[in-house]
């Protein structure tokens, strides 16, 4: 058994780690700030089975907030083995403007104080979450690691830069880091502003979803359960690995609402609307590196996850 603090435990994908680390009888620090981003109780509620484990300790505050008092966030760090780091500011479209210097606080700078804590109380594995969205608007498929990255939204310079982060420290300190490149990730629990989230609440209230440009852009959807997966298996991961976490296949938009038709078993309208700043128009990743670093398989197809948010928005009335 091991100790493992988890930042962002609270949100989408956190919540689905910290259950998955007290499955495996492990014990968890859980970081979070409640962020205004969406709901709080939302949020609250992804965390109520975890609330219920005693090998679970629930932590308010941003990194940020928590590195003022010196003793605080250095106390949290050394108590455990490992350090899962998924809290940021989330959102392509929300990054321009003023509220950039939110994302660069909360996903660069606390990047940067968490990995100088744990340099200094020596941790055995830093897991950093990142994004499909350090490649930007590339048209070299399937996108891998080593394939340059050019960012097209403010979101995904922070994301690189926190990367980068990690990769320095790993090669002057000996910070065990693996940095995962997310790629549209989906299933219960996902964020109000994600798309398929969106669309189902849509559809049940009988109204259009809005679909930004024609439709055919592509996605390498990703079922959160694959993600945790990939999550837990890199600590084992070699020092300094990046690696993407993909559902291993590249479908449009268009192809997609009609799987989600078939899992609510009701037609979808569509309202077509103007492209958004920062979106790409195609993802599709090898998994090539997840493989052989981590063991990765991901094993949820598209038809069985959206079933699976369907399910999931429905038991709970959201819609």
Known sequence: MSRALVTGCAGFIGSHLSERLLADGHEVIGVDSFEDYYPRDQKEANIVDALESDRFT???????????????LRGLVDSVDYVYHLAAQPGVRASWGETFRVYSDNNVLATQVLLETAREVGVEGFVYASSSSVYGDTTVFPMREDAPCAPHSPYGVTKLAAEHLCRLYTRNFGVHTASLRFFTVYGPRQRPDMAFR??????MRGEAI????????TRDFTFVSDIVDGLVAATAAPAGTVANLAGGSRVSLVEAIRTLEDAMGQPIEIEHVGLQAGDVRDTWASIDVAQEALGYNPKVGLAEGLAAEVDWIRTRGQA
């Open 210 to 217: 809005k679909v930004f440009g024609d439709g055919l852009q």
């Open 58 to 72: 629930l932590v308010e505050g941003g990194i940020l907030q928590l590195s003022e008092n010196d003793s605080q």
């Open 198 to 203: 969106r669309f189902i609440e849509s559809a």
